[in-house]
Nanobody, 124 residues
Framework: QVQLVESGGGLVQTGGSLRLSCAAS????????MGWFRQAPGKAREFVAF???????YYTDSVKGRFTISRDNAKNTVYLQMNSLKPEDTAVYYC??????????????????WGQGTQVTVSS
């Protein structure tokens, strides 16, 4: 079994920063790619960032240059550093483990385990 637990969310002003963490159980963390998704009220869950097992990262256009995904395999943790936050970034942020099966990294169906989410609120 795999358990993912997000933390680090909170309320910040526009232009502020937060770093989200996703702690994973199990001993297979380092062998899997990970992704961050977010879901704003009344909207569908959307892709935010992806990181391969070796550290290659991809981002949705709206966060490029502001967000950085990273991982520490020794700590079984993936991070999302969020800088220059905007009100549009307000959402529940979820981390997820990429399935061993093939699939586009930006597609929710390509992930087999999800965390419970952590709330990020950016005030104007």
């Amino acid at each position: 079994q795999v358990q993912l637990v997000e933390s680090g969310g909170g309320l910040v002003q526009t232009g502020g920063s937060l770093r989200l963490s996703c702690a994973a159980s199990g001993r297979t963390f380092s062998g899997y790619a990970m992704g961050w998704f977010r879901q704003a009220p009344g909207k569908a869950r959307e892709f935010v960032a992806f990181i391969s097992w070796s550290g290659t990262a991809y981002y949705t256009d709206s966060v490029k240059g502001r967000f950085t995904i990273s991982r520490d395999n020794a700590k079984n943790t993936v991070y999302l550093q969020m800088n220059s936050l905007k009100p549009e970034d307000t959402a529940v942020y979820y981390c997820a483990r990429r399935s061993g099966n093939s699939g586009n990294y930006y597609y929710t169906g390509a992930y087999d385990y999800w965390g419970q989410g952590t709330q990020v609120t950016v005030s104007s």
